[in-house]
């Protein structure tokens, strides 16, 4: 049962412009999620989040949006850059559970093509 | 301040042997939560461990699988008579609060390859 999904396995966007990345989950009951970059042969680090009484946080070059009627939520970074080439994984917390327990999308690669 | 170490990074077991995997947390962190990526998933939550106690281990597998995170040392997550299907990429993550999802800081991974 994948609650949370990422159904773009890969996308590729030119240096300079946007770049968006999409993500879907099914259960009404995350109340928090949060946006990871993994490099090859390293750890996801964190890079955003938003709580579900919100709609948009931004961060630099980086906004997440959040639509709850929809259940998608979606990354925009802009203007990308090649340093953006990396695996990106969404991930949710269900709401009363503690930090434990966040559930992941299978990640989508980003490529920046210079 | 040294990040989330995870030792070995590449680890190769035949068949029916046991694997040992460290995580050593952030200085400061208590809590340590393990992570597995199965090839071309996302990561799936296992086990939350703090000093002593493991918290939740809901995601763990039922047999083979144990995890220990002891008063001094690194957490251990053994996996005893490795099967194929074992093999993924295991990483461990620590954090200073169980409150605050951000603040969860992820090692680099063990690879496991069982043949």
């Known amino acids: 049962d994948q609650q949370v999904k990422q159904n773009s396995p890969s996308l590729s966007v030119q240096e300079g412009r946007i770049s968006i990345l999409n993500c879907d989950y099914t259960?009404?009951?995350?109340?928090?999620f949060l946006w990871y970059k993994k490099y090859p042969a390293e750890g996801p680090t964190f890079l955003i989040s938003?709580?579900?009484?919100?709609d948009k946080n931004e961060d630099g070059r980086f906004t997440v949006f959040l639509n709850k009627s929809a259940k998608h939520l979606s990354l925009h970074i802009v203007p990308s850059q090649p340093g953006d080439s990396a695996v990106y994984f969404c991930?949710?917390?269900?709401?009363?559970?503690?930090?434990?327990?966040?559930?992941f999308g299978q990640g989508t690669r980003l490529t920046i093509n210079p | 301040n040294a990040g989330v170490m995870q030792n070995p990074r590449h680890l190769v077991r035949r068949r029916g042997q046991e694997a040992r995997l460290r995580c050593s947390p952030m200085?400061?962190?208590?809590?340590v939560y393990w992570y597995r990526q199965l090839p071309e998933e996302g990561l799936k939550f296992m086990v939350y461990?703090?000093?002593?106690?493991?918290?939740?281990e809901s995601g763990m597998p039922k047999e083979r699988f144990s995890a220990e995170f002891p008063k001094e040392g690194p957490s251990i997550l053994r996996i005893q008579q490795v099967v194929r299907g074992d093999s993924a990429a295991y990483f461990c993550?620590?954090?200073?609060?169980?409150?605050?999802?951000?603040?969860?800081?992820f090692g680099p991974g063990t690879r496991l390859t069982v043949t």
């Open positions: 993550a620590s954090s200073p609060s169980q409150t605050d999802p951000t603040r969860q800081y």
């Open positions: 259960n009404s009951m995350f109340d928090y």
């Open positions: 938003i709580s579900s009484i919100k």
């Open positions: 991930a949710a917390k269900l709401v009363g559970e503690g930090a434990q327990k966040l559930v």
């Open positions: 200085k400061g962190h208590s809590h």
């Open positions: 461990l703090q000093k002593e106690n493991i918290i939740d």
